[in-house]
């Protein structure tokens, strides 16, 4: 698991730009944490680096999203769903197999319904950092699931390395 800390939406997107030059076909990246932490932003700046040219928006209404780039990109919100099986009635199986990346906010919450191969990143907002800034800042959590992410954990710490942050124990909810 890797912590980093952005303290801005540009930083938290110019993270997530350096995570998508890793982006491989069927890659799959849940996003969890609270609202208005920081995962749409997060997918804006992932997408703008695949060559996303349209404006990248949370399809909390729509559920899913496509835009196209250097990869196809399946931008999906679940926070509306009530039931796991809503997952698979989405299509995410077949968005994984038909060569694209998917991103799902709010993923942790449908993880048991996916395959068993990702990379979730925990956002959570920090009330007070140790420089005393309190706006924006955030830590992200990267936990690679399976043996796709687990392959690629160093070449993700290499990737965030300007962000890399040993979290306190207040800022990690003591965990």
Same mark, same amino acid.
């Given at each position: 698991?890797?912590?980093?800390?952005?303290?801005?939406?540009?930083?938290?997107?110019?993270?997530?730009?350096?995570?998508?030059?890793?982006? @491989?076909p069927g890659d799959l990246?849940?996003?969890?944490?609270?609202?208005?932490?920081?995962? %749409?932003?997060?997918?804006?700046?992932?997408?703008? *680096?695949?060559g996303v040219d349209d404006?990248?928006?949370?399809?909390?209404?729509?559920?899913?999203?496509?835009? =196209?780039? @250097?990869?196809? /990109?399946?931008?999906?919100?679940?926070?509306?769903?009530?039931?796991?099986? =809503?997952?698979?009635? /989405?299509?995410?199986?077949?968005?994984?197999?038909?060569?694209?990346? %998917?991103?799902?906010?709010?993923?942790?919450?449908?993880?048991?319904?996916?395959?068993?191969?990702?990379?979730?990143?925990r956002f959570t907002f920090?009330?007070?950092?140790? %420089?005393? *800034? %309190?706006?924006?800042? @955030?830590?992200?959590?990267?936990?690679?699931?399976?043996?796709?992410?687990?392959?690629?954990?160093?070449?993700?710490?290499?990737?965030?390395?300007?962000?890399?942050?040993?979290?306190?124990?207040? =800022?990690?909810?003591?965990?």
């Amino acid at each position: 698991m890797i912590f980093a800390r952005t303290s801005s939406a540009d930083q938290t997107k110019a993270l997530a730009a350096s995570l998508a030059e890793l982006a @491989r076909p069927g890659d799959l990246i849940l996003l969890a944490g609270d609202l208005g932490a920081g995962k %749409t932003a997060f997918t804006q700046g992932y997408g703008a *680096a695949l060559g996303v040219d349209d404006l990248i928006t949370s399809p909390t209404f729509t559920l899913v999203n496509t835009y =196209e780039g @250097r990869l196809e /990109l399946n931008h999906l919100d679940v926070y509306r769903l009530e039931a796991m099986g =809503e997952v698979l009635d /989405l299509g995410v199986p077949e968005m994984l197999d038909d060569g694209g990346v %998917t991103v799902i906010e709010w993923g942790d919450a449908v993880a048991p319904a996916l395959p068993a191969d990702y990379l979730e990143i925990r956002f959570t907002f920090i009330e007070t950092d140790p %420089t005393g *800034a %309190t706006d924006d800042v @955030r830590i992200l959590e990267l936990v690679p699931v399976g043996p796709r992410w687990s392959a690629r954990i160093r070449a993700v710490a290499t990737a965030v390395a300007p962000w890399v942050h040993e979290p306190t124990a207040e =800022e990690t909810g003591n965990r």
